[in-house]
């Protein structure tokens, strides 16, 4: 028991100090791992106890003026990160399929603009389960989406802590668009309902589309061995995003096309 203890303790301090990104470990949230574990624990407490008896004799608040101006901010903040990784990365000098982290002139700037910007939408994205819960939407609140949400939060503090820039990040940037578009649907909706009816299902689509094409690039993390990017993140990564891609589709197997069959 004492050499299982004693090497947990040396694989934590390997993980949280030696092999931290140096420029960004001091930033807020980001020195140890306890305040974004504290913040999933407190999300799934707030998800699968506290808000559930709070609203239990309540009647559903009519949140549409808060969630409105919430997706207009999501849409800013999502936008803001796309232009940034953009601009100072992926249209400027990033490589497609071997991006080494970034440690040009520019590495500390994209950084904390769209790695540590990211992580913090991570965090806001949360509200989306919140105000299913203050709505009574509790059908809504899926193994998916509560997975989906915690699971973003400790990858996007990953990436913050480890590597800050490079090929991890095209998640960042192909994540922070879906989001755009989504909710800008999603603003759209708040003002007409009919919208709903005829686009919010493609986003599931999107979703499987997404998540295939990051297992084609972190794969060629993989395979690429002479890429100076570290190939662990892509051990998590690839096999994390092959899971996603099997958990929409199976649910967009289930919503849409067998409740189709057996309406037909």
Do not use: C
């Given at each position: 028991m004492a050499?299982?203890?004693?090497?947990?303790?040396?694989?934590?301090?390997?993980?949280?100090?030696?092999?931290?990104?140096?420029?960004?470990?001091?930033?807020?949230?980001?020195?140890?791992p306890w305040p974004g574990m504290a913040i999933i624990v407190?999300?799934?407490?707030?998800?699968?106890?506290?808000?559930?008896?709070?609203?239990?004799k309540r009647p559903a608040y009519d949140l549409r003026s808060v969630i409105a101006a919430y997706n207009a901010l999501q849409i800013l903040l999502c936008g803001y990160v796309v232009f940034k990784s953009l601009t100072l990365g992926w249209f400027s000098h990033y490589r497609l399929f071997c991006q080494p982290v970034d440690e040009g002139p520019h590495g500390v700037e994209y950084a904390w603009h769209v790695c540590y910007g990211y992580f913090y939408i991570k965090i806001i994205d949360l509200l989306d389960t919140v105000f299913f819960l203050l709505r009574k939407k509790q059908n809504q609140v899926t193994f998916l989406h509560v997975y989906h949400h915690?699971?973003?939060?400790?990858?996007?503090?990953?990436?913050?802590?480890?590597?800050?820039?490079?090929?991890?990040?095209?998640?960042?940037?192909?994540?922070?668009?879906?989001?755009?578009?989504m909710y800008t649907y999603y603003l759209l909706t708040s003002w007409d309902d009919s919208f709903k009816y005829s686009l919010w299902w493609k986003k599931y689509v999107t979703q499987i589309q997404i998540f295939s094409y990051l297992m084609i690039h972190f794969g060629a993390l993989l395979v690429k061995r002479e890429c100076r990017f570290p190939p662990q993140p892509a051990y998590i990564m690839f096999p994390q995003n092959l899971f996603m891609v099997l958990m929409f589709g199976d649910f967009y197997y289930r919503t849409y096309l067998k409740t189709s069959d057996k309406s037909a």
């Open positions: 050499l299982i203890l004693k090497g947990a303790v040396r694989l934590y301090y390997y993980l949280n100090d030696e092999i931290a990104d140096p420029r960004t470990e001091n930033w807020f949230l980001m020195r140890t407190v999300y799934l407490m707030s998800v699968f106890q506290w808000l559930p008896r709070f609203m239990a915690f699971g973003m939060i400790a990858v996007a503090w990953g990436i913050v802590k480890w590597v800050p820039g490079g090929h991890m990040t095209m998640l960042v940037t192909i994540n922070s668009f879906v989001h755009m578009v």
